[in-house]
Antibody
Framework: EVQLLESGGGLAQPGGSLRLSCAASGFSFSIYAMSWVRQGPGKGLEWVSGISANGDSTSYANSVKGRFTISRDNSNSTFYLQMNSLRVEDTATYYC??????????????WGQGTLVIVSS | DIQMTQSPSSLSASVGDRITISCQASQDISTNLNWFQQKPGKAPKLLVYDSSNLETGVPSRFTGSGSGTDFTFTINSLQPEDFATYYCQQHDNLPLTFGGGTKVDIK
């Protein structure tokens, strides 16, 4: 059974940083792309970032480009989202998601339960 | 970025009804369109991939169709557990983008 467990959410000040982690199990992590999707309070889904299976290709939404960095550690079946220069509008539940292929453009077939990030002074 | 326009944004229906949701892409995305269901406080769930393919385990009352820029998602004979919000997502071009969602509630 695919399991995705996010951690690292919490309260941060505007301009601050947080690092989200997603620990994966139940599948061959190194052959699937992974992504982060967020949902602001009462809002719809927004794809944030994706990374290819071997980590050599990444992509970002325009809203986070230059501020967020996605990475992965295939030896530990974990991937990350480093969030810098946080803004109030980054407040959201962040979901990690497993792709159904290895390419960065792959959509997702399994999701974690989400971790809440609140950016406020 | 490809813009995804979903309609309606909400609808009210009864158990047993047939409902249809539309999703329009701002450019040709072939059949690179998925549909997700999300219930309050829960993670999204993939229902249909590549426009018309049902994910394993998803009931056959859910169907998807379309190609190019216009797509349709239908639930035949709505069940109580189907009241939720539905999202389309294109995976033709990066960044991936979602429609605004359609909330289906009980009439």
């Amino acid at each position: 059974e695919v399991q995705l467990l996010e951690s690292g959410g919490g309260l941060a000040q505007p301009g601050g940083s947080l690092r989200l982690s997603c620990a994966a199990s139940g599948f061959s992590f190194s052959i699937y792309a992974m992504s982060w999707v967020r949902q602001g309070p009462g809002k719809g889904l927004e794809w944030v970032s994706g990374i290819s299976a071997n980590g050599d290709s990444t992509s970002y939404a325009n809203s986070v480009k230059g501020r967020f960095t996605i990475s992965r550690d295939n030896s530990n079946s974990t991937f990350y989202l480093q969030m810098n220069s946080l803004r109030v509008e980054d407040t959201a539940t962040y979901y990690c998601a497993k792709g159904y292929c290895g390419d960065t453009s792959c959509s997702s077939d399994s999701w974690g339960q989400g971790t809440l990030v609140i950016v406020s002074s | 970025d490809i813009q995804m326009t979903q309609s309606p944004s909400s609808l009210s229906a009864s158990v047993g009804d047939r409902i249809t949701i539309s999703c329009q892409a701002s450019q040709d995305i072939s059949t690179n369109l998925n549909w997700f269901q999300q219930k309050p406080g829960k993670a999204p769930k993939l229902l249909v991939y590549d426009s018309s393919n049902l994910e394993t385990g998803v009931p056959s009352r859910f169907t998807g169709s379309g190609s190019g820029t216009d797509f349709t998602f239908t639930i035949n004979s709505l069940q109580p557990e189907d009241f939720a919000t539905y999202y389309c997502q294109q995976h033709d071009n990066l960044p991936l983008t979602f429609g605004g969602g359609t909330k289906v509630d009980i009439k």
